[in-house]
């Protein structure tokens, strides 16, 4: 048995509490067997009355040893690649319960996101309060109640920065606990979402080569009249480092090289958007055809 777990590549009782012998030791263990064998066997030319029988019964031993030993190798390798179908299947259901569940908790996180840029659209008291700011720029306890709102929604939701843009993507005001650039997305961005007027998530981007990668919400802020234009938007930028990232790297059982990658298509390449458990660095750099 020993031996034949080593052909099949797993030991006998590996991974318990007991510790299977060597290969050495087995297959000197089978080797003492068969020498034992052949020592039991009868000596040629005793010629005792009675050495056929002997003889003959030794001849039946042999044979039930070699039907049982056909047995046990026939039964051990279909028993191996049963083992091995289960288990392949066991860490596919496994493997398919962890994506289910890392879908549905991404999925919840990005409408969390958005649901905070709803707090502020089509909210008539802000939108007031931003015309308001439009119409009488020097005004400064206008622009003081803005940013009483965005300083509570930063907090509130922990966002690294919200700015304040007009409808032509001016920066107005900014309330931010970071030193990076306020405006990070191309003004192109800023000014489709002030067409399709509708919260928008702008993907992973970097504001310059070897800065941080960062995530925003923007949210176009609507006047009393859908018909008429937005009177600006507002962009809640988010630090993937300090939720994001750490949840996709999470994974709920013990293993040594599973890991959950996330990645978009652009052209005809591939790129991850998040760092690899073996690859640091690897996010908005790593492309594969």
Same mark, same amino acid.
């Given at each position: 048995h020993l031996v034949l777990a080593y052909l099949y590549g797993t !030991? #006998?009782?590996?991974?318990? %509490?007991?510790?299977p012998p060597a290969a050495t030791?087995?297959?000197?263990?089978?080797l003492l067997g068969a020498a034992l064998l052949g020592l039991a066997a009868p000596h040629r030319g005793q010629?005792?009355?009675?050495?056929?029988s002997p003889r003959r019964g030794a001849y039946v031993l042999t044979l039930v040893f070699i039907g049982l030993a056909t047995g046990i190798i026939l039964a051990g390798y279909e028993y191996f690649w049963w083992f091995e179908r289960e288990y392949q299947a066991e860490i596919e259901r496994q493997l398919s319960i962890i994506t289910d569940l890392k879908v549905g908790d991404l999925?919840?996180?990005?409408m969390e996101?958005?649901?905070d840029g709803a707090v502020l659209y089509r909210n008539r008291n802000f939108s007031g309060l931003v015309r308001r700011f439009l119409d009488y720029p020097d005004d400064t306890d206008i622009e003081d109640r803005i940013r009483v709102w965005l300083g509570q929604i930063r907090a509130a939701y922990h966002y690294e920065q919200i700015s304040l843009f007009d409808p032509q993507g001016r920066l107005l005001i900014a309330d931010s606990t970071t030193a990076e650039p306020v405006l990070s997305h191309p003004i192109e961005e800023l000014l489709q979402v002030i067409q399709s007027k509708e919260?928008?998530? #702008?993907?992973?981007?970097?504001?310059?080569?070897?800065? !941080?990668i960062h #995530? %925003?919400?923007?949210?176009p802020i609507l006047d009393d009249s859908d018909a008429d234009p937005p009177v600006g938007i507002l962009v809640l930028r988010i630090d993937p480092g300090v939720y994001l990232y750490p949840f996709i790297e999470q994974w709920p059982t013990v293993s040594e090289t599973a890991e959950t990658l996330l990645v978009r298509r652009e052209g005809d390449e591939v790129v991850f958007l998040n760092d690899?458990?073996? #690859?640091?660095?690897?996010?908005?750099?790593?492309?594969f055809s």
């Open positions: !030991p #006998l009782l590996s991974g318990g %509490s007991l510790i030791t087995s297959l000197a263990f089978l010629g005792a009355p009675h050495a056929e999925e919840r996180w990005r996101r958005l649901g919260v928008t998530f #702008l993907d992973f981007h970097r504001h310059a080569p070897g800065r !941080p #995530l %925003s919400v923007a949210v690899l458990r073996f #690859l640091k660095d690897a996010a908005l750099k790593m492309r």
